[in-house]
């Protein structure tokens, strides 16, 4: 038998002369593995049993084949884009035809470079593209995100000057400046670490923005960080970073019938300068030739000193519109829809952004940061002048209403229904306890100031009974009003400002019976009536306050 092949293998001497290539060998290698061969040279699939549902492709063990079966058996979820019209072909394949296209001879490619040209032409036009060569956009779907492009257009700054940096770039960074201000002014000095922790900042985002501070004399960074900037721990301690900004003033004025104020805070809540000018109107409306007078003087002693007014905020008694700039009405000025910022950017030379808001708003803020109201985060602050207006604080923030015109108590009809207000109508709360209105009742003159008046008036008090009976019944009628307003807004604390202050001990014993008498929820919570700490200048205090707004929350570069 050697040398002769088994009856069961016979010898295919075509097979071991001529070895079949790769390819060949590929496809019956499958063969072998899905099928056999039968006598009349037909390829059939063996019959399979089913484990599952349906496992159309399995190996030679009988096992799932990889990726096939046991999920062509699975609900195939809806594909996103599904129905999007697409593009033939994809990236990969434009770049296997650019490649191939390159490898062509040169006369191939200049003998269908025509041809080529025309058929971009034709695909564009077909798409809807008028020019020719251009592709028509991928259309949007679910796998075709299209992104608005970003908007690079440089932020303008002061004076109409680009800042350079894109505006969501230059957004961030004022943000995140003005976030650490509020930390120093708010929580006092820290180290770079502890900023980073107070903020939430990155730490190098805290360095980067203390040396621009450091720069601009915002803030300084010097000496041994004291156990309350910085906490214990390991290490050497880092220097702590002080809010210093002397060198940056808000400047606030104040304008009133008898008299006009101003006040220069820096950025670290101290005050820097303080004046007060009478006004003697004559019979006639006041006009803004005083304060502008004012605010000139004081904005160059200011600059002659190397400091930077960065900002300027008017406290007028009346009504302010939505834009900050302009007087709608000011009844006891005679004022109506008087651009009173614009008057006083034109006297500074534009160098110096001006804002208005009402005197009671302004006060009511400078008692919630520097005044008797610091604790309470929920106060009413209550202006005592030729009018009586109120500010009122919500959670740490001035409640203004729908239309900014909020706090305007004095022309509630509470008063005297037989005395006639400033405004013309008859029965209004300041008819009754305003500054003329309380001169009327005691039958004394009116001084050069309300603060000196009111001191005249607290003098003959002491000695004159019939004064003192005068006051008190000011204070029962202050008393009604504080009572609707406290039912209304319930505040922590109410605050008397402006004449109010040196009468204290003759008003307000009046008034808070009055209060505890009226108020529905005496028994629950009675406010507490204080006296302003910061006299007649608590408007033009706040104002400056509201000057510094804008640098603290980053609105305003340094």
């Given amino acids: 038998m050697a040398g002769q092949a088994l009856p069961h293998r016979p010898q295919r001497p075509e097979r071991s002369a001529l070895r079949p290539g790769l390819p060949v060998r590929c496809r019956q290698r499958a063969r072998r593995v899905l099928g056999r061969r039968h006598d009349p040279g ?205 060198s940056i003033i808000g400047l606030g004025l104040e304008v009133n019938v008898d008299y006009v104020a101003a006040v220069a805070l820096d950025l670290s809540g101290n005050v820097v300068a303080v004046e007060t000018r009478p006004v003697s109107t004559a019979g006639r409306p006041p006009s803004a030739r005083e304060l502008v007078e004012l605010a000139t003087d004081v904005r160059a002693d200011l600059v002659a000193g190397g400091r930077r007014v960065v900002s300027a905020t008017v406290a007028v008694p009346g009504l302010v519109a939505h834009d900050n700039r302009t007087v709608s009405w000011a009844p006891n000025l005679g004022w109506d829809g008087r651009e009173l910022a614009a ?50 604080v919500r959670d740490g923030t001035l409640l203004r209403g729908g239309s900014g015109f909020a706090g305007e108590v004095g022309h509630m009809p509470v008063g005297d229904p037989a005395a006639q207000c400033g405004c013309g109508r008859m029965g209004c709360w300041e008819a009754s306890v305003g500054l003329r209105a309380m001169l009327t009742a005691v039958g004394m003159d009116e001084q050069s100031t309300p603060l000196q008046t009111a001191t005249a008036v607290a003098e003959r008090a002491v000695d004159d009974e019939r004064v003192r009976a005068a006051l008190e019944v000011l204070g029962l009628d202050l008393g009604r009003g504080l009572a609707t307003l406290a039912a209304v807004l319930d ?68």
Avoid: M
Avoid at 103 to 117: E, I, N, T
Avoid at 183 to 191: D, K, N, Q, T, V
Avoid at 368 to 374: D, K, L, N, R
């Fill in 42 to 246: 037909r390829w059939l699939r063996r019959p399979r049993p089913l484990r599952l549902q349906d496992a159309p492709h399995r190996g030679r063990q009988g096992r799932l084949g990889v990726g096939r079966g046991l999920h062509d058996q699975l609900p195939r979820p809806a594909r996103q884009g599904a129905g999007v019209p697409r593009r033939s072909g994809g990236a990969g394949r434009a770049r296997g035809r650019q490649a191939a296209r390159a490898r062509r001879p040169d006369a191939r490619r200049r003998r269908g470079l025509g041809r080529a040209r025309e058929g971009r032409a034709a695909r564009s036009r077909r798409a809807g593209c008028p020019r020719s060569g251009v592709r028509a956009p991928r259309p949007a779907g679910a796998r075709a995100p299209v992104r608005g492009a970003l908007s690079v257009a440089p932020r303008v700054g002061s004076g109409g000057r680009p800042t350079g940096a894109p505006v969501g770039t230059e957004q961030v960074r004022r943000q995140n400046t003005g976030l650490v201000l509020r930390s120093l002014r708010a929580e006092g000095p820290a180290s770079r670490t502890e900023l980073a922790r107070r903020t939430g900042l990155a730490k190098a985002t805290v360095g980067t923005i203390v040396a621009e501070l450091e720069l601009g004399r915002a803030v300084t960074e010097d000496g041994v960080a004291s156990s309350s900037a910085v906490p214990a721990g390991r290490g050497r301690p880092g220097r702590p970073v002080t809010l210093t900004g002397e």
């Fill in 343 to 392: 008057e006083l950017e034109h006297a500074f030379d534009g160098d110096c952004p001006t804002t208005v808001d009402n005197d009671a708003n302004c006060a009511a803020l400078a008692e919630a940061s520097h005044g008797v109201a610091t604790d309470v985060v929920d106060s009413l602050y209550l202006t005592g002048t030729i009018g009586i207006g109120a500010g009122i």
């Fill in 491 to 558: 505040p922590s604390a109410i605050v008397l400002g402006g004449y109010f202050v040196p009468l204290g001990q003759f008003v307000v014993p009046a008034a808070q019976a009055v209060l505890a008498e009226r108020l529905p929820t005496a028994q629950l919570h009675l406010p507490e009536i204080r006296l302003s700490s910061l006299g007649i200048h608590a408007a033009a205090l706040g104002a400056a306050e509201h000057a510094l707004v804008d640098v603290f929350t980053g609105s305003l570069a340094l």
